[in-house]
């Protein structure tokens, strides 16, 4: 049974600092992974989204990167604003078909 | 302009009552998603429907009965809700239910349920 981890479970950094946040599974036969951002009390949304062929995905200051056989990814974020506070919810989407989340990373950037 | 649009809100019942939850989809996706969030936060799938099929059906009380009418929709209907019950459930849509490598979740806003 696939299981998601994300280290650490909550992290707090000064704004304009560089970031990392970790995931990591358990089963490697995945087909994508994907970063989601959930702000409180509300939705989800797809940050970034890795197949499994891929090593990583950038989209704007976020980076994304896959390390299947390892079981790993990182979202790494440049320049962190107090915008960027939120939870970070890592999901991989496995052969059972469906999408196993961690527990998420709560991140607080201090202006 | 919504993607994913779930009513109500916030559901607020007693213990006992039976409430229903809607979701709809405008991306034509052929997959949608029943997710509940617990209070410890943590997001856990309970139904899949693709094309109006169940494929997933995890381990979840058979209080808990999805509907899809069409493509476009999938309603969950809950019986005899109990205090366990109260958390956060969000819909999902997505284009495909397979392999498919590029499989991207899109999800509603959430429904907060709270039972009295």
């Known amino acids: 049974k696939q299981e998601v981890t994300q280290i650490p479970a909550a992290l707090s950094v000064p704004e304009g600092e560089n970031l990392v946040l970790n995931c990591s599974f358990t089963d490697s036969a995945i087909y994508n992974l994907q970063w989601f951002r959930q702000d409180p009390g509300k939705g989800l949304t797809s940050l970034l989204l890795i197949q499994s062929s891929q090593r990583e995905q950038t989209s704007g200051r976020l980076n994304a990167s896959l390390d299947k056989s390892s079981g790993r990814s990182t979202l790494y974020i440049a320049a962190s604003q107090p915008g960027d506070s939120a939870t970070y919810l890592c999901?991989?989407?496995?052969?059972?078909?469906?999408?196993?989340f961690g527990k998420g990373t709560k991140l607080s950037v201090i202006p | 302009d919504t993607a994913v649009s779930q009513t109500p809100k916030y559901l607020v019942t007693q213990m006992g009552n039976d409430k229903s939850i809607k979701c709809e989809q405008n991306l034509g996706h052929d997959t949608m998603y029943w997710y509940k969030q617990d209070s410890k936060k943590f997001l856990k799938i309970m139904f899949s429907?693709?094309?109006?099929?169940?494929?997933i059906n995890e381990t979840v009380p058979n209080r808990f009965s999805p509907k899809s009418p069409d493509k476009a929709h999938l309603n969950l209907h809950i019986n005899s809700l109990e205090l366990g019950d109260s958390a956060v459930y969000f819909c999902?849509?997505?284009?495909?239910?397979?392999?498919?490598?590029?499989?991207?979740?899109?999800f509603g806003p959430g429904t907060r349920l709270t039972v009295l």
């Open positions: 429907y693709n094309n109006k099929e169940l494929i």
């Open positions: 999902a849509s997505s284009q495909d239910s397979g392999s498919a490598t590029y499989n991207e979740q899109f």
């Open positions: 999901a991989v989407w496995g052969g059972s078909y469906q999408l196993t």
